[in-house]
């Protein structure tokens, strides 16, 4: 019964946690007014590791603080609180990790240390298959990064990654070492960030404890962007490695989207949502926009924490929303895009933003004009007061679209410049695979964003209806990936009836 009780270690470990969170804010003020990169033990300390940091540690803090009080009473609660840290502790070391073997050692001790949290509730069948098969896609990432680290010693001859990405210029005794690298770091960041065909492991996560949850989609499963970020010089000299994130991100969000839409449960709508935003956020990075990726890992990491801490809140009773036919909605959604364009121009003119510098610019800034049309559609479906006049709806829609391209141009900015001591000048991506890369998301979005105005006349279809079971159950590629996991490591075992 004395595991059922956090005990002085379990609680000590809070005031820990927060005195980290304490140093990184220190220490992301330090590097705002002094951007001198520090590195020691293999560690190094600039502006990315120091934001990536106090991200990773204040995340920590919450869940943590949260989970003492969740969990009291349950059985193998300290045990929990010890995982739960040492995961903390080894992400945040893996943010600020340089010499390779510290990096990739800090990669697998956060995957094993995620995986006791997954399957803390042993006696829940359910819990077990995702579990494994997040342990079985790990170690694919691992094979994949350990392999890139051994090229690099074998042609660079460095295990610093700083010296390495010095380095990248100089000559190596096979041509292909650079592109070879450079796919196998992507596939790492792909298993790690829950990328198609990666992916099914993470909404299926839902047996796990509220804080796993939050702790996983707030800032583990943001891994591979962070390892991607590390290796930005390397990435975005091989046009191979961004079109893979490209294409692979692409995918990846335009499933997530099309699951949580048909999602019921709040907890699978996040973990798809989650799923979703990760393959955005690979889209970013292959579209060289390192900025966006740093903006959008930060947001949706703060964001998705107090998702999943909320849960369990009953929901507000809302005011009546008015509902749009999907003709409406489409013809808003256009009306949206296309008044976007000129906010576009003027906030480019006053934030510096130029959308025309790289065909990745322009990709995004087509992208923002798609989700200013999304915007219109919310702000005439959003319930108002009976006083409110007819032009209310309109208003805040012009007053959006003007408030977010500035909001967007000017973050990226800003992001540029306060991390430009950390990338310094990295070459743009130029040529035919750039530009098929740039168009490639703003196609699929755009069909994306049709098909959710017309989504109540496809439900209505016999079509639309089989399409929504499917999506419901993520296109059965979780049960095809099942199956795959079974073979390896053979069917988990049901409970026994008396352990429950």
Known sequence: ????????????????LTALAALSAAMFVVQALNP???????????????TLGMLVAMVGVVVYRFALRYLDGEPRQRSFLRWLAFTVLVAYTFVFATHLIALFVAWLLTSLGLHQLLTYYRDRYEAIPPARKKFLISRLGDVALIAAIAIIFWQWGTLDLNVFL??????????????VVAVLVVTGALTKSAQFPFHSW?????????????LMHAGIINGGGVLLLHFAPLIVQSPLALLNLVVVGTLTAALGMLAMWAQTNVKRTLAWSTVGQMGFMMVQIGLAAFPAAILHLV????????????????PRRAAPAPKLAPGQAVLLAVIGTLAAVPALALASIITGFD?????GKLALAAILALAIGQLWVACFQAPRSPAAGPLAPALAALAGTLAAAALAFGLYEGAAQ??????????TPAGPLAWIAAVIPVAVFLILGIVYGLLPALGRTAAGRAFYVHALHGFYLGAIADRLVERVWGAPAWPDARQM
């Open 355 to 359: 959308p025309f510098q790289s065909s």
């Open 418 to 427: 306060f991390f430009a001591p950390v990338f310094g000048d990295l070459p």
């Open 1 to 16: 019964m004395h595991d059922r009780q956090a005990g002085w270690l379990e609680r000590a470990l809070l005031p820990l």
């Open 202 to 214: 993470l909404p299926e996560t839902m047996e796990a404890p509220t804080p796993v949850s939050a």
């Open 36 to 50: 001198q990169p520090q590195t020691f033990a293999g560690l190094t300390l600039d502006r990315l590791s120091a």
């Open 299 to 314: 947001g949706h990491g703060c964001y998705k924490a107090w998702s999943f801490l909320r849960t369990g809140d009953l």
């Open 166 to 179: 010095a380095r990248l210029s100089d000559p190596v005794a096979w041509p292909l070492a650079l592109d």
